[in-house]
């Protein structure tokens, strides 16, 4: 709708609707291999809309030698090219 095209706000229905189709069958596979683990996890994380309370922590906090080992950071400065390139093509267009 943002784009003010019909077409783009029906393919990005229909992107939803196999996207949550195939989140469900892998909540059934992962409940298969994991069992009362994942059931439990799932209790505690919302599938797709995030939740509007903090969550409890249980006893993790968060880990600066995780994030690194993990390259996490490789996330945020995708995130800092993708508003840099969005960012240029509005200066571009004039908007």
């Known amino acids: 709708m943002a784009s003010h095209s019909w077409i783009s706000s029906a393919l990005l229905a229909v992107y939803l609707a196999c996207f949550i189709r195939r989140d469900s069958r892998e909540q059934t596979e992962l ?39 993990n390259r996490e950071y490789e996330a945020a400065i995708g995130l800092v090219v993708a508003m840099v390139i969005l960012w240029g093509i509005m200066l571009w267009r004039g908007l």
């Open 31 to 69: 409940e298969s291999l994991y069992g009362a683990a994942f059931l439990e996890y799932a209790s505690r994380v919302p599938a797709f809309w995030p939740r509007l309370s903090p969550a409890s922590s249980g006893g993790e906090h968060f880990s600066w030698a995780l994030y690194l080992k």
